[in-house]
């Protein structure tokens, strides 16, 4: 037993020194750790990080930066989590304000508690505005162009609004007239508007961020002059004694609006809106115009007219001369306040055109658009006009049902009448009888009452559509204003005409009596239509 008490001394020795060292071991710290520079400033971000030099005898629970607007800043504040281990890491600041001192510490914790390294500042970049060039201007007219921009930078905040501004003044500014053109980077167009003819402006892109509004290279232009409108006059039509149709087309506006337009006529040369004219809407294209109120057997001369901002141009002259004069019975005008020219013959008082109302004579509205299926089955007067263009119905009228022609409120005004057909024999009895037809002899009807223009080309000799057969010796002046069949269909427009009575046909036929003249006839043919087709209608006096 005391051979185990009696070790040698210098192992009582060590045993010794073991006990001591033991008993005198330093407790666990929080980490030691070091916070890195900052680098990659931006207005909303920076990079910077740290070392954990000392785990201070516990195991890292985790590592990162923290920052603030005021100094001393700790974990309470915005901060990251980069790493768990003993070592540098690297840490990424975001969501900053531009322009902002900021305070940064790198930190690391363990069980203990939280560490710090040293504190650090820095300062976010200031916004700046966006950065933008301008586009050249084109398209340029008198009072408009086409410009625009490219936005290469925002400036570090989004683009909210952009465009061009204007100005007769170098520099324009948003307080100048500005086009808006949307958001964003990248390129754009803008329209001009609104710009004054023959004047220099000043043009310049824009693009408005939260740092402000930023603007492109100035960039300069001269707005087109005015000049006047170009435009052509068309050949006079559907002539009679004491009217006709023109019209013209305007190919050019010369640069700004045309706000009037139509013909005027005179017997002498050149003639201008202080003679008479007519007034036919505004703008480009065709138009079509009634000249009214002349006299016959008179030479007129006629020029299309359009009036824009620069003044009033005129298109290329034409020439015609109105039909010899017929006896008439006045100038007839209806509900709508549509006049019409008459014309006596024999014993009867005829209108010289074809009806054109869209009411009745007390005013109620006649029935329109109607489609297929419901104009073949009405029994209520209705009209159309031939294909739905007024051109046409200028020229040849409306074509009504039976119905209307039958209707007791009356299509014809006071003191006028739908023809029956006993009225219709009485005017072709009267034509027979009186040596009416080409050259003023013979019996052919067709030729007497026939218009001598808008007839179609007939190659049978002496008809109504060959050259030079149809004299309108009569003054009746019929037209081939074509029908529409009872199932909607438009047809033989410019090459027959036709005209209701106010007679039914036979009985069980469930027709009208009507009248016909095409353009390789020679008479005015008697027939009878369904009463839902649509032909024209000429008034008797009563």
């Known amino acids: 037993m005391n051979h185990l008490v009696k070790l040698p001394i210098i192992v009582v020795l060590l045993i010794s020194s073991i006990l001591y060292l033991s008993s005198c071991r330093k407790p666990p710290t929080v980490p030691a750790v070091t916070t890195a520079n900052i680098s990659d400033i931006t207005q909303t971000s920076a990079t910077t990080g740290g070392n954990v030099t000392s785990d201070g005898g516990e195991e890292i629970i985790i590592a990162g930066v923290c920052w603030s607007t005021s100094a001393n800043t700790s974990v309470k504040n915005k901060h990251t989590n980069d790493s768990r281990v003993v070592g540098s890491f690297t840490s990424k600041l975001t ?47 008198s009072n408009s162009a086409i410009s625009g921009g490219n936005i290469s930078s ?126 036919n809407g505004t703008g480009i294209g065709g138009f079509a115009s009634s000249l009214t109120g002349l006299t016959a057997s008179t030479t007129y001369y006629v020029r299309a007219y359009a009036t824009n901002s620069a003044g009033t141009e005129y298109g290329n002259e034409v020439t015609f001369a109105t039909s010899p004069a017929f006896a008439n019975c006045g100038i007839l005008t209806d509900i709508d306040g549509n006049k019409y020219n008459t014309v006596t013959i024999g014993t009867q008082c005829w209108m010289q055109e074809n009806l054109k109302t869209t009411r009745y004579r007390n005013g109620d509205p006649i029935i329109t ?122 047809d033989y427009i410019g090459y027959i005409g036709f005209w209701w009575s106010s007679s039914e046909g036979e009985a069980g036929s469930d027709t009208g009596w009507s009248r016909y003249l095409q353009n390789d006839s020679f008479n005015l043919n008697r027939i009878q239509y369904d009463k839902n087709k649509g032909l024209s209608i000429r008034c008797i006096k009563d």
């Open 95 to 141: 969501d900053l304000a531009p322009n902002t001192l900021y305070y940064i510490r790198a930190y690391a914790h363990n069980k203990i508690g939280t560490g710090y390294g040293n504190e650090i500042s820095f300062t976010t970049n200031p916004l700046v505005v966006a950065t933008l060039t301008t586009a050249p201007v084109t398209s340029i007219t």
């Open 154 to 279: 925002d400036g570090g905040s989004a683009v909210t609004a952009r465009g061009v501004c204007w100005s007769t003044s170098t520099n324009p500014t948003i307080a100048d007239p500005h086009s808006i053109d949307g958001k964003g980077i990248g390129g754009f167009a803008s329209s001009l508007t609104g710009l004054t003819a023959n004047t220099i402006y000043y043009v310049r892109a824009y693009a408005t961020t939260s740092a402000g509004t930023g603007y492109g290279n100035a960039v300069s232009f001269t707005t087109n002059p005015l000049v006047g409108v170009t435009l052509t006059t068309a050949t006079v039509t559907s002539i009679t004694s004491y009217s006709g149709i023109s019209g013209g087309n305007i190919i050019s506006d010369g640069g700004s609006a045309v706000t009037a337009r139509g013909v005027c006529w005179s017997t002498s040369t050149n003639p201008t809106i202080a003679d008479p004219h007519t007034n």
């Open 369 to 490: 658009g109607l489609g297929e299926v419901d104009w073949y089955g009405t029994t209520s007067g209705a009209y159309v006009i031939y294909n739905n263009d007024n051109i046409n119905n200028d020229t040849f009228g409306k074509l009504y049902n039976w119905y209307a022609v039958a209707d007791n409120r009356h299509l014809c005004p006071t003191d006028w009448h739908e023809p029956n057909d006993a009225e219709w024999i009485i005017l072709e009895t009267y034509l027979t009888n009186n040596g009416y037809g080409f050259g003023g002899s013979g019996n052919d009807v067709a030729k007497s009452v026939a218009a001598t223009y808008s007839w179609g080309e007939s190659n049978l000799a002496g008809s109504v559509g060959n050259d030079q057969a149809s004299n309108n010796s009569s003054g009746f002046t019929a037209l081939p204003g074509g029908c529409i069949h009872y199932k909607g269909l438009f």
